[in-house]
């Protein structure tokens, strides 16, 4: 055996003990009460999209909590301006920033959205605001707005806006929810 080939095991074992004992001295984050808010979306939800000329479509959305129920998962399969449409969504509270975030990715984008906000618990209501992946139709950077308003536990309001650069708030699309009874 040569040198070389000795020293790999040996150094191997000098990067995995170091990790092995680091790794029995994290806590793990628990879900806290904002994920508790986010567990409550679990299910089917039916939908209607209703565009900014208003046109309108049917999609299914289907939430779940994963990751030792730090994330929700959405599943979203419908159309959008009469094409097949499909995007899936990660959502959390991060525990640091001590805000809402979100990951989005669809059939219309091949880059990722991310945003990020709070949540109003009196008007039952969650602000993210995050880019535009592919821009405005002009294609400038965009930044955009998600509200979503939950009236009750089995209803949802989303609205998605395009913000101007003079701050101006323009509906693109809003999209009503109602939980699917088992």
Known sequence: ???????WPAFAVA??????????EIEFPKP????????SLEGTWDTEMIMAD????????TYKMECSGLWLTSDYQGEFGGQKFAGRGLDSYDLKKKKYVG??????????????????????????????????PDGKPL??????????????????FMVGPDGKDTSAFKINYTRRKK
């Open 103 to 136: 990951v989005w990715v669809d059939s219309m984008v091949t880059r990722p959205m991310f945003v990020e906000g709070d949540r109003d618990d009196k008007t039952n209501t969650t602000t993210l605001t995050g880019d535009s992946p592919e821009g405005g």
């Open 15 to 24: 990067l995995v003990l170091p990790c092995f004992a680091w790794s029995q």
């Open 1 to 7: 055996m040569s040198r070389c080939t000795a020293f």
């Open 143 to 160: 930044k955009v707005k998600l509200v979503t308003k939950m009236p009750d536990a089995d209803h949802m309001n989303f609205e998605f």
């Open 54 to 61: 208003g046109a309108k479509s049917k999609g299914v959305a």
């Open 32 to 39: 806290g009460p904002e994920h508790a808010h986010l567990k």
